[in-house]
């Protein structure tokens, strides 16, 4: 081991007090603090993810859905949302195969509280709907009833939930992030609104 300047040795690991640990962790914790604060690169939320309102992409939900109901073996409804429940996302893809093939109809808003909620429309089997949209076979947590309509609650990604029931042959599957009342309103403009022609 080298000697210092006056034919001292530094102190070895053993001869580290305390103090000098502590120091050095309050060093590094300063560093980690200022990163943090320069790219806000942090950030906890223990209820699920939250999207800003007004970063996220929006899309005409009123438009994609009617464009779907040209194509789709089965009715499409388009649900009548408030103006704060803004639209950010619209997708269309097979589920099922056989003679239970079909399409899901997908359209995504961000919610007043920052969350984020899906409505899945099909024609194809339930369960097939419910594995594709949730990625859970069959992981159910009860039943919701919302203006005399019985959905059935199960787990999806994420921690998040799923709502699903089927009406006049068509299936509707609520997920996301959402609080429950947030459920509650997209479940009940789904089931009432009229089907696009």
């Known amino acids: 081991m080298e000697t210092e300047p006056g034919g001292h040795r530094p102190?070895?690991?053993?001869?580290?007090r305390m103090r000098d640990m502590?120091?050095?962790?309050?060093?590094?914790?300063?560093?980690?603090?200022?990163?943090?604060?320069?790219?806000r690169g942090c950030s906890f939320d223990p209820g699920g993810p939250n999207v800003s309102p007004d970063t996220a992409p929006s899309v005409d939900a009123s438009a994609k859905l009617r464009d779907a109901a040209r194509s789709a073996p089965f009715t499409v409804r388009q649900p009548e949302l408030a103006a704060d429940w803004r639209a950010n996302s619209s997708s269309t893809s097979a589920v099922g195969a056989?003679?239970?093939?079909?399409?899901?109809?997908?359209?995504?808003?961000?919610?007043?509280?920052?969350?984020?909620?899906q409505?899945?429309?099909?024609?194809?089997?339930?369960q097939d709907v419910r594995e594709t949209e949730t990625g859970e076979s069959d992981r159910s947590t009860g039943t919701v009833e919302v203006d005399g309509v019985s959905w059935?609650?199960?787990?999806s990604r994420?921690?998040?939930?799923?709502?699903?029931?089927?009406?006049?042959?068509?299936?509707?599957?609520?997920?996301?992030?959402?609080t429950e009342a947030e459920f509650r309103v997209l479940a009940q403009a789904?089931?009432?609104a009229p089907p696009l022609t």
């Open 22 to 39: 502590i120091g050095a962790v309050v060093v590094l914790l300063a560093i980690v603090a200022v990163m943090v604060t320069l790219t």
């Open 152 to 155: 059935d609650a199960y787990d």
């Open 98 to 117: 056989g003679a239970a093939a079909s399409v899901v109809v997908r359209v995504g808003w961000v919610t007043p509280s920052g969350r984020y909620l």
């Open 190 to 192: 789904a089931q009432t």
């Open 119 to 126: 409505l899945s429309q099909s024609g194809g089997d339930a």
């Open 158 to 178: 994420r921690d998040e939930q799923a709502w699903l029931t089927t009406i006049d042959g068509v299936v509707l599957l609520v997920t996301g992030s959402g």
């Open 11 to 16: 102190p070895g690991r053993a001869g580290l």
